[in-house]
């Protein structure tokens, strides 16, 4: 999370979102020979609101750095500046390997998102370690990918060529905790876990995890700005890779050639999907839950390592913009001609 959206974040400068369950309850009354009932409006409906069971929760968040020059990234966690809020009880959505939870710090509203494994038996829970770690890991693709659309985005601009607006997801990796050391540590309902298996941990366990005596052994989350009711585009799959011919289309297929050459082929984005910015007079979308393929096959969920490389090799075809960026055409075409001479327009 950038610093002016952390600043904010505590300074409650930022848009608020409440959600609430809603029933109506009108009077009906219907007469022997109706066929249907019919509402009488000379009595006011009742109106019951209720919010979802929550609970206040501590949170400890991660810094992190960027290599000036690869975009890599790394996170250290820190005791400093603790921020309270309010996390739901229980989930309101959930992915293929996340459950989502809403979150309200400071009056502005969040989504906070914790792994959950799926078996032949059913859901169940990660370790506390594998949590922290793939959270961890989503977090360094996201970074990276931040600061190569970044580059992305000037480079265009150089070469003067024209490409759809996208932005990063604004994300925080935070731990629960407590302000006071001498306080016992109780995880949130949200969380999953109770407070035996924050006791029964290992030494070695315990000792992995302590960043500082307050977060000791604390659930990890990734946070990041409700997106409301948004509509959504996926643009690609873990292993497939399809070519567009619109403008938005066109512009990630770009960009997927872009960092595939700029990270000297050691890198494909994969599973791309965007929402509508929070502005609703900005046309910028916002790319999010991204994943990655890597020679070492070591990014995270769904890294196929060289064979993930490899199906975006076979199966990107080159829009217009990547010869007018000038990026090496990745595979010759079986008349002998470089496949991005004849690209998708775009």
Sequence with gaps: MTGSTLAALRNNNLATTECYSVVIEPYISSKACDHLPTFDVTREASLKISAPPATQVVFFFAKYSSDAKTG???????????????????????????????????????????????SLEGESKVSILANRDQLTKEGITLGRTNFLLKNFKQECDSEGIEISAFDVTD?????????????????????????????????????????????LSSITWLIE???????????????????????????????????????RKTLVLADIQASESHDKHSHTSILFDLMSHTINGESGAGDHGEQGIKSFVDQHNCVQKCAQMGLEALREREDGESEDEEGTSG
């Design 72 to 118: 890599e990234q790394s996170f250290t966690w820190t005791a400093e500046n603790p921020v309270s809020g309010v996390l739901t009880d229980v989930s309101f959505n959930k992915g293929k390997s996340k459950l989502v939870f809403k979150l309200t710090i400071n009056g502005v509203a969040y989504v906070a998102k914790r792994l959950l494994q799926y």
């Design 171 to 215: 994300f925080a990796l935070v731990r629960e905790g407590t302000v006071n050391s001498t306080e016992s540590f109780i995880p949130s309902p949200a969380s999953g876990l109770a407070p035996s298996e924050y006791s029964d941990l290992l030494e070695a366990e315990k000792a992995e995890l302590a960043a500082d005596s307050n977060i």
């Design 225 to 263: 700005r409700e997106r409301g009711d948004v509509q959504l585009r996926k643009y690609s799959g873990t292993l497939d890779h399809p070519s567009y011919s619109d403008k938005q289309g066109a512009t990630i297929n770009l960009f997927q050639h872009y960092v595939y050459l700029f990270s």
